[in-house]
């Protein structure tokens, strides 16, 4: 049986309630539904408080919504049209109460005068220094002029020996690690009836973030080494220079790793869903 949604609720702690309201008549705890969803109690929490600055990015939490609306039987299409909404409200909220600081203006005179004022103390310094050096020369040629050359007899220095120096050690070309840098071949798999959450970020900058469906594949040509986030690990394969990853963590955890020309590098994984 599907369930219909309410009208979008108009705030963060309206949309919580309306989720902790369907949940509660379905007899549904949040161990229940973090048990069907592998997501964890402490995002479920965050959401049905309204609580959404502890909620991870808009991709990730919009397709929590989804899973949760699955488990408690309701239309997801609804639901995550209210999350839209409410999501869209609350970041114009939070950039209203945290406007940017504008550049603090400084009057034209006393810029003008931090500025020239040290460059006149190290001209001075400049100028204290050349005379000085100066006066020192004429002293020492002088004193070269007046004295006679003195002609000391040594005696002559020994023939250095020339000790063999071992040959260079070649490495050959085979040895050699390939370089991280370089355009790398990229493709990202979705297991069927799976989804998959991919953000990225290449070495000239270029970034993005995917929400990917079962059975969908990615296929990218980047600048290596490439930064990756997945989310629901279990679901994606990673195809980096014709090499498949497979068994990138279990279902809901997400994992950053990197790919480059050496292949695919992981550098860590999360609890699920943090």
């Known amino acids: ?36 969803t592998k997501i964890s109690t402490r995002v479920l929490g965050a959401l049905e408080s309204g609580a959404f600055q502890y909620l991870p990015e808009r991709v990730f939490s919009r397709s929590f919504v989804g899973q949760i ?27 209203a109460e945290h406007p940017p600081v504008p550049d603090e203006i400084s009057a034209g005179p006393a810029i003008r005068w931090r500025f020239w004022f040290p460059i006149s103390v190290c001209a001075a310094i400049l100028v204290v ?19 006679p050359r003195q002609v000391v007899q040594r005696a002559a220095a020994a023939t250095p020996v020339e000790t063999p120096q071992a040959p260079p050690i070649v490495i050959p070309a085979s040895a050699e690690a390939p370089p991280d840098n370089g355009l790398v071949d990229l493709k990202i798999l979705v297991d069927p009836n799976e989804e998959c959450w991919v953000r990225y970020r290449d070495r000239e900058g270029r970034t993005e973030q995917r929400l990917l469906e079962g059975g969908e594949s990615l296929e ?55």
């Open 69 to 95: 609306a699955r488990v408690m039987d309701c239309d997801p299409a609804p639901l995550l049209g209210e999350f839209d909404a409410v999501w869209d409200d609350y970041q114009r909220v939070a950039r």
């Open 220 to 274: 990218l040509q980047l600048e290596g080494p490439v930064k990756l986030t997945v989310g629901n690990a279990s679901a994606a394969r990673l195809v980096v220079g014709g090499v498949t990853y497979g068994d990138l963590g279990v279902p809901g955890q997400v994992v950053h790793a990197e790919a480059s020309l050496q292949g695919l590098t992981e550098l860590g994984a999360g609890p699920a869903y943090d």
């Open 1 to 36: 049986m599907i369930l219909e949604a309410p009208q979008p609720p108009a705030n963060p702690k309206a949309f919580g309630e309306r989720l902790k309201s369907l949940r509660l008549e379905r007899e549904l705890s949040l161990d229940d539904i973090s048990l069907e």
């Open 129 to 147: 220094v050349a005379v000085f050096i100066l006066s020192s020369s004429e002293r020492g040629q002088a004193a070269l002029v007046q004295q």
